[in-house]
């Protein structure tokens, strides 16, 4: 086994994992996932089948990655923050296929508690405060929060706070 999963862990046949990818206590990988190297899933995280997740992703506790979300490289998700998938979400009504992509470029960070509206793109390295609601595209390198998002500034690739964006972006 190139990758390790804790021995409650469900990592479904069919799953596509990378090696060195760290799976932990009660996460469930369903059999379409696609999973880079390197990743790191905490302890309650789910991933659905039609995610793509590339590699040094780190998904942190009760996360749940759903159909139509697809993470590139070096992405981080905060504890308990959130992914949706269908707009317009009713228990009698089935929208499985209405799921809107969501994609997060390379190297974005979401923080603890924040939404991510479905249909969205979080652009390279663009960084989500804890708790916020994100309802549109952020930029590349773009600081947002607040319900709904806001633009608050930027970041470098670090994380670091910035006066202004990169100005090789």
Request: charged share 20%; proline share 4%; net charge neutral.
């Amino acid at each position: 086994m190139k990758y390790s999963a804790h021995e409650t862990a469900i990592v479904e046949e069919g799953s596509a994992i990378g090696e060195g990818t760290r799976i932990w206590h009660w996460v469930h990988i369903c059999a379409g996932a696609k999973i880079g190297s390197n990743c790191s899933f905490g302890q309650n995280v789910y991933v659905a089948n039609d995610v793509k997740i590339g590699n040094n992703v780190k998904v942190q506790n009760n996360v749940s990655i759903y159909d139509a979300v697809i993470l590139e490289d070096d992405v981080f998700c905060g504890p308990s923050m959130v992914f949706t998938n269908v707009i317009n979400p009713r228990s009698s009504v089935e929208r499985k296929d209405e799921y809107k992509t969501t994609l997060v470029k390379k190297g974005t960070s979401i923080g603890a508690n924040a939404t991510i509206i479905c249909g969205v793109t979080l652009g390279e390295y663009s960084f989500v405060a804890a708790g916020s609601v994100v309802t549109k595209d952020v930029k590349p390198f773009e600081l947002v929060a607040g319900i709904p998002a806001k633009p608050i500034g930027w970041v470098n690739e670090s994380g670091i706070r910035q006066d202004m964006p990169p100005s090789n972006k």
